[in-house]
């Protein structure tokens, strides 16, 4: 995934945590898994219409 291995995303963590802070955390990964997911459900919509 993006050429990031577990110590690499560990770090990221940590430092997401002490910018935002852990009430924050739980409310920016259901967002961006929000974002994720219909940013997957548009572009497999955009697909089948590009075949029609």
Known sequence: ???LG???L???LIIAL???G???LPEM???L???IKNFKK???DDSTENKS
């Open 33 to 35: 898994g929000e974002t």
């Open 29 to 31: 990964g259901k967002s």
């Open 10 to 12: 560990v770090v990221i």
């Open 1 to 3: 995934m993006f050429g």
């Open 22 to 24: 852990p009430k924050r």
């Open 18 to 20: 002490l910018v935002f």
């Open 42 to 44: 548009h572009s497999a």
């Open 6 to 8: 577990l110590p690499e």
